[in-house]
């Protein structure tokens, strides 16, 4: 079974610009630091039982094996990125170039001032077939919440896309990739990240002005 990590969070009264720490278990803190440092495959039940101090046999109580606290970081994670994702789309009212924006800030805000938690995509692969189609339902609710943007900004001639379906894709996926290049201790923050990343989006799907 798993360790409660926190009541769910209601979409409606979510500050999805506010940075605050995710709250994990110790066990959770300590199997997140453990698949960053010594990555997934490098990371024992015992390591992590170490770390948290505690025995084998009472972190099996909470977790039924190592996969088992992979799956629960990867779930906590990508719902608390949904739950952002919904609150920021809302939040855009009926213009979908702010819910566009919105959206795209939240997500990368959530990358950089989470970057161990959004890491553990990469980790994804050591999933079993049942716990991997499990992370991909929840991962797929973010999907939806852009591609249904994307479709009504197209609809209603505020982008100019051929494609929302690819569009949606190719925005999440240079969203997913900041893991790989951030670094907290580097030059850009958080929030200048987010701008960026959403001037890039807007570049995608705005309608290109006409030539005089």
């Given at each position: 079974?798993?360790?409660?990590?926190?009541?769910?969070?209601?979409?409606?009264?979510?500050?999805?610009?506010?940075?605050?720490?995710?709250?994990?278990?110790?066990?959770?803190?300590?199997?997140?630091?453990?698949?960053?440092?010594?990555?997934?495959?490098?990371?024992?039940?015992?390591?992590?039982?170490?770390?948290?101090?505690?025995?084998?046999?009472?972190?099996?109580?909470?977790?039924?094996?190592?996969?088992?606290?992979?799956?629960?970081?990867l779930?906590?994670?990508?719902?608390?990125v949904?739950?952002?994702?919904?609150?920021?789309?809302?939040?855009?009212?009926?213009?979908?170039?702010?819910?566009?924006?919105?959206?795209?800030?939240?997500?990368?805000?959530?990358?950089?001032?989470?970057?161990?938690?959004?890491?553990?995509?990469?980790?994804?692969?050591?999933?079993?077939?049942?716990?991997r189609?499990?992370?991909?339902?929840?991962r797929?609710?973010?999907?939806?919440?852009?591609?249904?943007?994307?479709?009504?900004?197209?609809?209603?001639?505020?982008?100019?896309?051929?494609?929302?379906?690819?569009?949606?894709?190719?925005?999440?996926?240079?969203?997913?990739s900041?893991?790989?290049?951030?670094?907290?201790?580097?030059?850009?923050?958080?929030?200048?990240?987010?701008?960026?990343?959403?001037?890039?989006?807007?570049?995608?799907?705005?309608?290109?002005?006409?030539?005089?």
């Amino acid at each position: 079974m798993g360790e409660p990590v926190g009541p769910a969070q209601d979409e409606s009264q979510i500050d999805w610009r506010r940075l605050e720490e995710v709250q994990l278990t110790p066990i959770l803190s300590a199997s997140l630091d453990a698949f960053y440092e010594l990555g997934y495959h490098g990371t024992t039940v015992r390591e992590v039982a170490r770390r948290v101090g505690v025995t084998v046999p009472a972190l099996y109580y909470h977790h039924e094996n190592k996969e088992g606290l992979l799956i629960a970081l990867l779930e906590l994670s990508t719902a608390d990125v949904l739950a952002r994702a919904h609150a920021a789309d809302a939040d855009g009212g009926d213009d979908p170039v702010q819910r566009l924006a919105n959206v795209v800030e939240a997500i990368v805000l959530r990358m950089t001032t989470r970057p161990r938690l959004a890491a553990l995509e990469g980790e994804v692969r050591y999933l079993s077939t049942e716990n991997r189609q499990r992370y991909r339902e929840v991962r797929k609710g973010i999907e939806q919440v852009v591609l249904r943007v994307v479709e009504d900004g197209a609809a209603s001639g505020a982008f100019d896309v051929d494609d929302p379906a690819e569009t949606t894709r190719a925005i999440l996926g240079m969203c997913q990739s900041i893991p790989r290049w951030y670094h907290a201790e580097g030059t850009l923050s958080p929030q200048e990240v987010a701008g960026k990343y959403v001037a890039i989006a807007m570049k995608i799907v705005l309608t290109a002005p006409e030539s005089p």
